[in-house]
């Protein structure tokens, strides 16, 4: 499978806790984008990558957020002290470079209790 | 602020019934607009990518066009599998910010 992966697919924490989510793009894709996408909404933009560098974050993402692409390839997503509030589909999607549309993966659900 | 509404929120047609959606934006120098197809617990699935008006994109049963205010997918005799989430999106100048809409739930009855 050639696709976008991210692991894992599902994560139950509770309040205050830590999770990281990792995503690997697609091989020879050096842009990569973090999504979140709640229950009857599009994607909302978090951050973008282009090989290692952060580029643009979204200014509605809080400071408990962070991601890196340290060697740009796989990318990480880090939420610290999760709230209610953070449960949802988080999507990363890749794209060729001067290549605009977007290839995702398949999410992983956080559910925060 | 850029911005994405699509509508209807929802669609229910009969096998065959052919139908639009429409997805209406305004942004700061239009760089790309966008449509993927999203099915229950996947990530978006990307159909095309249109760049300026009277352009068209078509794809079996789907066909997409572009005006300077808005975008439409046409679905032409749909079937039951073409049942799904369909997302627009846009893409301004000078950002790698995509910005989507909350999509049309289309229900293809056979």
């Known amino acids: 499978d050639t696709g976008v992966s991210q692991d894992p697919r599902h994560k139950i924490t509770k309040r205050g806790q830590n999770v990281t989510f990792r995503c690997d793009p697609i091989?020879?894709?050096?842009?990569l984008y973090w999504y979140r996408q709640t229950l009857g909404q599009g994607p909302e933009f978090l951050t973008y990558f282009q090989n290692e560098a952060q580029l643009e974050k979204s200014r509605l993402l809080s400071d408990r957020f962070s991601a890196e692409r340290p060697k740009g390839s796989f990318s990480t997503l880090e939420i610290q002290r999760t709230e209610q509030g953070d449960s949802a589909m988080y999507l990363c999607a890749s794209s060729l470079y001067l290549r605009d549309e977007q290839f995702f993966g398949p999410g992983t659900r956080l559910t925060v209790l | 602020e850029d911005q994405v509404t699509q509508s209807p929120e929802a669609l229910r047609l009969q096998e065959g019934e052919s139908s639009s959606l429409n997805c209406s934006y305004t942004v700061s120098g239009l760089r790309g607009l966008f449509w993927y197809r999203q099915d229950p617990g996947k990530g978006p699935e990307f159909l095309f990518t249109?760049?300026?008006a009277g352009e068209e994109k078509e794809k079996e049963r789907l066909k997409a066009t572009l005006t300077k205010k808005e975008s439409f997918l046409h679905i032409t005799a749909p079937k039951p599998e073409d049942s799904a989430t369909y997302l627009c999106a846009v893409l301004g100048s000078g950002t790698y910010k995509y910005i989507f809409g909350t999509g049309t739930r289309l229900k293809v009855l056979a």
């Open positions: 249109l760049y300026s």
């Open positions: 091989s020879e894709h050096n842009r």
